[in-house]
């Protein structure tokens, strides 16, 4: 029996919510308000946690303009011992695509605010009930109580957890232990204490403290009525006189005054380790206690773990820590990308604006072979795309590099506007594309239920211009037409403009939904910098000096082609080149800040601060128009500035 769907309406951000859980891990992975927590309280709203922790429904879980809010929960894979404990509240249902019917259980949890007001505050009226249309009976506590989650809140005070105390989880997790299921081993433990309660009381100091504590009773209390006070540490009771419930509770007493420590040589440990065993005695609750329907719900795992416990604790839950739990459902929901990273990539699901899109086969259009390549090539660093608002995905370290750098002398900063710069290493766009396209919602008409994040693919045009080609006279060319590329070359160079736009066109096959594909207006990313307004500039970057800048060609192609020929003809020149020419834009187009005067009147700041911005927007301005324009484009489009192509 696993969680299957979860369906809200008005609760807090989400609105209108649905998302299809996976039977094993769910990982839920997107920017800060948007959803996540919301998802996992709307669930323990709904099924109530094992702590026994009281949840009460408050004003701020009303959307917005909403006096009502209501959570459906879905169950599948149902056992006949499952269904014989909720027999009157499941529901039959056809199997989708077959004449098949089979039992699952809906949950509805509702919630409606009312008119009256106790000691102030709003009355809240909720009710669970069962069926898929919330018509069948309400489900009672013991029914409820079959399906209580395990709950890990985020920043949680582990240590606290894990003293001692009345109802702590140490208590139930030695309580469930099978040990403690022989009588022998509770009477040993029972006789253990009584035997060492005797020794305290005997003890020459515990006494005297006592005597003496005595004496105070008697000149403060009535003589009519002495009292005789005790030191110890179970109220000194005789074993033999305790009847069999008596000694249950002294059991239960004894195990709630233990206390669990990582480690008997070193008693303190941080708050990462300190979390780590609270979440280990929990998963080992989970597991003696045998439950039917065994959810756990985490928080922000990352909070307290460094990177490598991250990963070790995510392989745990992969593997169902060693199988003993393999039927164990988890909903995480994290920030980080290390996480996001070593997650299945079908188990990741990703929140943005109170909605869900599963990464699930069924729901992108993702292929077999991309998810392969995303589960190999999805590192730590391209998983920030899962928490990015906009994505630029680009295919070599000059644009990884340069490419924040034109943001910001644009004055459109990729950190204001929480763009990622996801660089693949080659031209395998397609596997991380399509991650933010939905399955047969290309229509513009679905757009309501696009992922809202916006994309863009910058690929290279790969088409060399005719002086870079080696040939007799031209002291310019470096490449060679070989008989395998001679026919490519041909059919779609500048002379054949139908070969050439059909090229184009056959590059952006990945466009569609928020996911754009921005082609070099020549070439190549550092070329058509060249072919753009930016040649002297590359020329600096690259020999250090703009000295012999003013003998190449006045031709632009034949300028550009000698400029390319020593990026291209050296190793690792493009990535020296990058971070070069992103000092010297930064020099030549940076904002304008005039360091202030001494004894500057306020009003004379201003118009300094005023000049300096004026400067910056003249800068800003002779900047963009030297870019090429599939850059700006990119830009523009990435951060917001341009309206997708189904709004325009």
Known sequence: ????????????????????????????????????SALVDAVRYALSVNSGEWIRIQDRDFSRGATSFSIQLKFEDITARQAAAFVEHLTHETIPGTEDRRSVLYLNYQAEQTTHLIRGARQIRTELRSGANAEGPSVEREARDFLATTYLRPLRDADAELMGGRGSRLAQILGSSDRFGEAAVIENLLTTIVAANAAIIENDGVSATRERIEEQLRRLDFRTKPLSPLISIMGGTDLEQLDATERKQMFRAILERLQLLIDSQERYQGLGYSNLLFMAAELLLLEQEQHDFPLLLIEEPEAHLHPQLQMKFLRALREGFGGQNSSLQSILTTHSPNLASKAPLENVIIMAE????????DETRLDAQNYVHLEKFLDVTKSNLFFAKGVMIVEGDGENILLSTFADLLGTPFEDFG?????????????????????????????????GTRVVCLRDLDLWPEPARISEGNIYGFLQTKLGNQQYWESHYADNAQGRLNWVESRKSLSGQNVRV?????????????????????????????????????????????????????????????????????????????????????????????ADQAQTAERRAVFRAALPVYIVRAIDYVTGHEAPAAAA
């Open 419 to 451: 763009v990622s710069v996801v660089n693949v290493g080659s031209i395998a766009f397609a596997p991380f594309a399509r991650i933010f396209q939905r399955a047969g919602m290309d229509d513009p008409a679905n757009s309501a239920a696009w992922l």
């Open 1 to 36: 029996m696993y969680l299957s769907d979860v369906s809200i309406k008005n609760f807090r951000v989400l609105t209108d919510f649905r998302v299809r859980l996976n039977p094993s891990i769910n990982l839920i992975v997107g920017e800060n308000n948007s959803g996540k």
């Open 518 to 610: 921005e082609v070099s207006d020549h070439w190549t990313f550092e070329y058509a910098l060249l072919r753009a307004g930016l040649a002297a500039e590359v020329y600096q970057a690259l020999k250090g000096t703009l000295e012999g800048y003013d003998e190449l060609p006045a031709d632009p192609e034949l300028r550009a082609v000698a400029i390319y020929k020593d990026i291209a003809t050296q190793s690792g020149a493009k990535t020296k080149l990058a971070y070069a020419l992103s000092s010297v834009l930064m020099e030549e187009f940076g904002p304008i800040i005039t360091p202030a005067p001494e004894n500057e009147m306020p009003e004379q700041a201003d118009a300094r601060r005023q």
């Open 354 to 361: 109170g909605k869900a899109f599963s990464l699930r086969k």
